[in-house]
């Protein structure tokens, strides 16, 4: 009879804790980290009813849980239980991880690298410089706007279908980049109908879609009609990793873009976090080899 020895008073103890966590794939992402790093730990989906979202962090860190990770609905409301934040949750009001450290609970937020970090891997180049449109102006594009800014892009073209948010979220963005070194407005937000959105998409070298239009099951959506034509030299992204090919993709590709989808930004985040709660650097041959399995497994 096999004996499994796999878990035993030393097993350092991780989750994620959300409410649904049905579909998650964090567990499978986590615990193949473990085993591929040689660390006797464990990632376990926890899920959380409403009214015991302070309980339930009281508990993980009176279990001597090494960090957790947060998906929705509690991004925010995590943060009424954590001792200090980390700059990208200070900017972005939201945290997905939480490291606990002697006691205290450190909340870090690792969406936005997650997105960086699938970009220079899958893309082979950064924002510096670069011209962005982002569709959609949510929370995905704050997070995501704020890391491109701070990157160095020249231009960002906030497109959403309510135009008042994409224009608040510019500003935003706008005073953020005035508290660095550059001091002038490189942020700016249109209607999604506006000449001067088509206009935005037509000349950018990056596409972003950050809405969740396209995504399974309303596979045959795109954010951009079907008379958009795409330069072969823009990248497009998609956030969306169900379908991984999305109508948007699909239509770039076909104009000679190269495209990206979001199974990435997911596999990344969840690298990041790891990283955190470990105090570690996962190498780049683990990842990338991990990567592979990974976007099989969750069929992209
Ligand atoms: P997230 O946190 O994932 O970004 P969100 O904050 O709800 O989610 O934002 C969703 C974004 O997708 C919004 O910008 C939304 O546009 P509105 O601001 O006009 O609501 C955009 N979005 C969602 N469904 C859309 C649709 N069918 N067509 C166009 N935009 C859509």
Not at 20 to 44: A, C, D, E, W
Not at 198 to 214: F, P
Not at 270 to 280: Q, S
Request: hydrophobic share 40%.
């Amino acid at each position: 009879m096999y004996l499994d020895k796999r878990v035993n008073s030393a097993t350092v103890l991780t989750g994620l804790i959300g409410n649904p966590l049905g579909h998650t794939v964090s567990p499978q992402l986590h615990n193949s980290l473990f085993k591929r790093m040689g660390i006797n730990g464990i990632y376990l989906p926890l899920q959380v009813e409403k009214d015991k979202l302070g309980d339930a962090v009281k508990g993980l860190s009176s279990l001597g849980f090494a960090g957790f990770n947060v998906t929705i609905p509690y991004k925010v409301a995590v943060l009424d239980y954590v001792d200090e934040a980390s700059e990208a949750v200070k900017l972005l009001g939201t945290a997905n991880t939480v490291k606990i450290k002697d006691g205290r609970l450190y909340a870090y937020n690792t969406d936005a690298d997650g997105f960086a970090d699938s970009f220079r891997m899958q893309a082979g180049t950064d924002f510096k410089s670069k011209d962005v449109c982002i569709i959609g102006a949510g929370g995905t594009t704050r997070a995501i706007a704020i890391k491109i800014a701070m990157e160095g892009a020249r231009r960002i073209s906030i497109i959403n279908r309510t135009e008042i948010k994409a224009e608040e979220l510019a500003s935003y963005i706008n005073e953020i980049i005035q508290n660095t070194d550059k001091k002038t407005d490189i942020a700016y937000g249109y209607s999604s109908c506006s000449e001067i959105a088509a206009e935005r998409l037509k000349q950018c070298s990056v596409i972003v879609n950050t809405t969740s239009v396209g995504m399974y099951p309303n596979n045959d959506f795109s954010p951009l009609s079907d008379e958009f034509s795409f330069d072969k030299d823009q990248i497009v992204y998609d956030v969306i990793y169900k379908p991984g090919k999305t109508k948007l993709l699909k239509r770039a590709e076909d104009g000679g873009c190269r495209t990206i989808n979001g199974a990435g930004m997911l596999f990344y985040q969840g690298v990041r976090a790891f990283e955190i709660f470990m105090d570690t650097k996962i190498p780049c041959e683990i990842s990338e080899n991990l990567s592979k399995a990974f976007f099989k497994f969750i069929g992209v």
